[in-house]
């Protein structure tokens, strides 16, 4: 659930909204945030009771708290692997820890928060690019109906950050405006290098 959304949605329907995170491999859900607990807007909350949740990087090294990288799940509620297909559950579970494939950051308190799908990351002159990190910037704009944010091919960089734009019905905006906004709020090596504006996405 976008952060924005939560408050208005509390007021119109008077209705708490808590989070959660579970995946198909670890069932019902890894995260929760629970009502006698203190609310962190964008965050899945803590790991469950009989589950653990660290985040950590490509080498499987975890990671200090605030840096983002890949979540990965041990506990009760994680499958022995797929039926019958041990080189699929060979590449999901390593050392009884699940390897999601989703991105996110833990802060000091243990909550976490999902930035993004690890296939998706763009590497772009050696640094590591989230396309929903990006896409949640770009929604925001009061032009912009859609957006996807993709890795285009570069022999310079590798790849550059390129973004696809719907924009809403009778707004005008050019790329020049589109990427002074992000200027604001994104690192450079974040900005889209290309700014493509689509019908569909």
Known sequence: MPPEFIKPFEEKFGAKIVEGYGLTEASPCCSFNMLDRPQKPGSIGKAIPGAEIKIVDEEGKELPRGRIGELIVRGDNVMPGYYKNDTATATVIKNGW???????????????????????????????????????????HPAVR??????KKDLMRGEIVLARIVLKENAAVEEKEILRYCRIYLSSYKVPREVEFVEKI
Not at 106 to 111: A, H, I, R, S
Not at 115 to 125: A, E, F, N, P
Not at 146 to 151: A, C, L, S, T
């Open 98 to 140: 699940l390897h999601t494939g989703d991105l996110g950051r833990m802060d000091e308190d243990d909550y976490v928060f999902l930035t993004g799908l690890k296939k998706r990351m763009i590497i772009t002159s050696g640094f590591n690019v989230y396309p929903k990190e990006i896409e949640d910037i770009l929604s925001m």
């Open 146 to 151: 859609e957006v996807e944010v993709v890795g």
